[in-house]
């Protein structure tokens, strides 16, 4: 991606998200403004490698990229109970001590495999990370899937259809369709 | 200022005032300009004008702050309106706040509302259907509210005239129970619609499956070019305005039709306090309006006044229009005012699968949203020990399923490829409902809102006999469904409160006889002839269609009358 899209996809990651100035973060890295949820720079950085690992960078961008560790702190933050975001936030943070421990290194230290493997069995990590993780996930994939790069590139949304056809042939074996005028 | 220019009370003075600019008002408006005739278009909010006060009407999902959802503190301060379907962040704007017009539920009723200019044709279903002699004759037949004063015959010319101009797409059906109008093309049913409909002609005599019929430009015709709308663009966004005026709404219609007839005062703004009466010639002289900027009270004269505020405020405009000679209500000697209202239950649902015609899919969307059953219950004779019955929504489609088991490059791939799901199909229940005397709206005698109207009190229910037609929607839509080969049927109580429907009606209602009636067969107040009620308020029963259709058709019948009465003198 260059840089011109890159700011473009900062600027949308949740419409009229103000994003923080880099200078802002002791990290460096961009961040938005929070109403509700505290969250310290480590545990955006932790955030941040997770949506990295759930949705990794291919030949197409990934949650990094994307940042849809901000999409999901932005959901948190306005469109939950402040229950919900208290157990987000100790979900996060006892998520870190359990990764810690089963990996023997930072989350964000260990190689992506491990990353991987790890979180293919969440299951063990007790509820309260399991219901962290859960809305983790879910948040990410709806950032994701809603992102403009993949409405954009690869799940395209059309905002203006202008046709409605009842019996579209589906797909042939072969990728081919009969070819069948709309009303 | 506005207040100098309208000190005057020539300044004030009109041929005719319309109260509220949605659907039936915005008619009431075109038609009296049309005919000449000065008229001021009193609206309580704000102005939205048609494509430039509409925010959100070209914005892409990512372009949302919340991709549409509604924010938690938005949730917590506003449950009546969030239990709306249409209350989505890109609509919002549209809707009332549940503390901008606050009212008593004695029982539990969302009142879902839109203060703006067009009202909530912004936010409506589109769904268009003419009443039948069927629905008109049912109260005299069936022996409950009153006899309806007019037959379909009083109103088909005015659905026709209707029609026309706002352009409706559906098919020539043919059908007693739903009789067919001026059409533009029908959107299709679907290759599952479709074998569902096939399947019923086959098994079920009398019930019938259509594409439903709607108020959107299938193929528009020049009076549509001439309003400025071109052709639906099947976005589905319509609740938040549409830029192509693709579907009917006051605001891309019948308001900029008036204006520019040059006859038309639009004010934003003004809430309707009461109708002004004048004892010594027993007529109404004209509205007391709220300006609820400046919270000024200003009066303002006209020959004949339209009381088309929604059902339940134009209740509350005509109860607190009280003087001498009506002290509980204009018109209101029988004390009637406020009872019978009514509504649609729509609380059930019904869903299921086919593994049938996986050949086929749907592609682009279907702005009609698929087929449609009208009532086929106690048509020609009474069939069950409920009275009436229900028409109900039916519509199949397929989803790409996303495989979001998994992390990293397989919960990827899985997100991307998506696998496309077998037909799904859906129900919904519209069922007619009696209007019951104990279900009722009155004004508190203290308590004001901020512009100094009393309170609303809404005492509104469903009753055993809702429940006896809902049994009936399950039991009748199960054996269609397994006749169609459907599979996994699943039948689901909603839950919704009354008023969700929002299709309240009744309460100032038509009939013969002044002494159990509000409103006589122009839909004038008997005892005060120069007032018309046209919207919801006006309806003796219920049927089961979608209302809007027939409130505009009675408000373009009701002008024609009213004008004529002018002219008379």
Not at chain 2, 358 to 370: C, E, I, K, V
Request: charged share 25%; aromatic share 10%; with cysteine.
């Amino acid at each position: 991606m260059n840089r011109r899209a890159s700011i473009r996809t900062m600027l949308y990651i949740a419409g009229g998200t103000l994003v923080l100035p880099a200078c802002f973060r002791q990290s460096g890295r961009a961040s938005i403004e929070l109403v509700n949820l505290k969250v310290s720079d480590e545990d955006e950085t932790l955030l941040e490698i997770l949506v990295e690992t759930l949705i990794p960078t291919t030949d197409t961008p990934g949650g990094r990229e994307l940042l849809l560790h901000l999409f999901v702190l932005k959901m948190v933050d306005d469109c939950h109970s402040p229950e919900d975001q208290q157990s987000f936030v100790r979900g996060l943070q006892s998520f870190d001590g359990w990764a810690r421990n089963e990996l023997g290194v930072p989350f964000g230290d260990a190689e992506n495999e491990r990353r991987e493997r790890l979180l293919e069995r969440i299951g063990d990590a007790g509820d309260a990370v399991g219901k962290f993780f859960s809305l983790l996930k879910r948040r990410t994939i709806q950032g994701y899937m809603n992102s403009q790069y993949v409405m954009t590139n690869l799940v395209k949304y059309e905002l203006v259809p202008g046709r409605y056809n009842g019996y579209f042939p589906m797909e042939t074996a072969d990728g081919s369709t009969e070819k069948v005028e709309g009303w | 200022m506005a207040n100098i220019a309208i000190d005057s009370v020539k300044e004030r003075t009109f041929d005719a005032i319309v109260i509220g600019s949605g659907a039936s008002g915005g008619w009431a408006a075109k038609e009296l300009t049309e005919k000449g005739l000065k008229t001021l278009l009193l609206e309580r909010g704000r102005d939205v004008v048609h494509v430039k006060d509409y925010p959100t009407t070209n914005l892409y999902p990512y372009e949302l702050e919340h991709r549409g959802e509604i924010t938690h503190a938005d949730k917590m301060a506003n449950p009546i309106a969030n239990r709306c379907y249409a209350y989505r962040e890109d609509s919002r704007h549209f809707f009332v706040k549940d503390d901008e017009h606050p009212y008593i539920q004695e029982k539990d009723f969302d009142w879902i509302r839109g203060y703006q200019v067009g009202g909530k044709t912004l936010l409506w279903a589109r769904q268009t259907q003419r009443w039948s002699e069927y629905d008109f004759e049912g109260p005299a037949r069936d022996g409950f509210a009153v006899d309806w004063p007019i037959r379909y015959a009083d109103i088909a010319p005015w659905y026709s005239y209707v029609e026309r101009f706002v352009g409706i797409a559906g098919n020539k059906d043919g059908l007693a129970t739903l009789p067919d109008g001026e059409f533009l093309p029908g959107y299709p049913l679907n290759a599952v619609e479709d074998h569902f409909r096939n399947s019923v002609d086959r098994h079920f005599k009398g019930r019938h499956i259509i594409s439903a019929r709607c108020a959107h430009l299938s193929k528009p015709q020049p009076i549509h070019i001439e309003q400025g709308r071109v052709q639906c663009q099947n976005r589905i966004l319509c609740q938040r305005g549409c830029p192509f005026g693709g579907y009917f709404s006051s605001n891309a219609s019948t308001i900029p039709w008036a204006q520019k007839t040059g006859n038309l005062t639009l004010r934003p703004h003004s809430v309707a306090h009461s109708v002004l009466y004048d004892e010594e010639s027993g007529q109404a002289t004209g509205v007391k309006v709220i300006d609820t900027n400046t919270l000024e009270e200003i009066d303002f004269y006209a020959k004949v006044v339209f009381v088309n505020g929604s059902t339940l405020n134009t209740n509350l405009i005509l109860l607190n229009s009280v003087s001498d000679r009506f002290p509980n209500g204009l018109g209101n000697d029988n004390g009637l005012m406020g009872k019978f209202v009514a509504f649609h239950n729509y609380t059930a649902r019904i869903s299921a699968e086919y593994d049938g015609l996986l050949q086929y899919r749907t592609d682009g969307r279907n702005p009609a949203g698929g087929g449609y059953i009208p009532n086929f219950r106690n048509v020609e004779k009474q069939e069950t020990d409920f009275l009436r019955g229900w028409a109900a929504a039916f519509g199949a489609s397929r989803y790409e399923n996303r495989d979001s088991s998994g992390v990293g490059g397989a919960l990827k791939a899985g997100l991307l490829n998506g696998k496309w799901s077998n037909w799904r199909v859906h129900s919904h229940m519209m069922a007619e409902t009696i209007p019951k005397e104990e279900n009722r709206v009155w004004l508190d005698a203290d308590k004001k809102d901020k512009w100094g109207v009393p309170l609303l009190h809404v005492s509104v229910d469903y009753a055993d006999d809702d429940w006896q037609r809902r049994q009936d929607y399950y039991d009748r839509m199960t054996e269609m469904y397994e006749a169609a080969g459907f599979t996994n049927i699943k039948t689901q109580d909603d839950g919704r409160r009354p008023g969700n429907d929002i299709h309240e009606m009744g309460g100032v209602r038509m009939g013969h006889d002044p002494k159990t009636s509000l409103l006589n067969k122009w839909n004038q107040l008997h005892l005060c002839k120069n007032v018309y009620v046209t919207d919801g308020a006006c309806m003796t029963s219920t049927a089961t269609q979608n209302p809007t259709l027939t409130y505009m058709a009675l408000a373009a019948r009701a002008v024609n009358h009213a004008v004529q009465e002018l002219k008379q003198g």
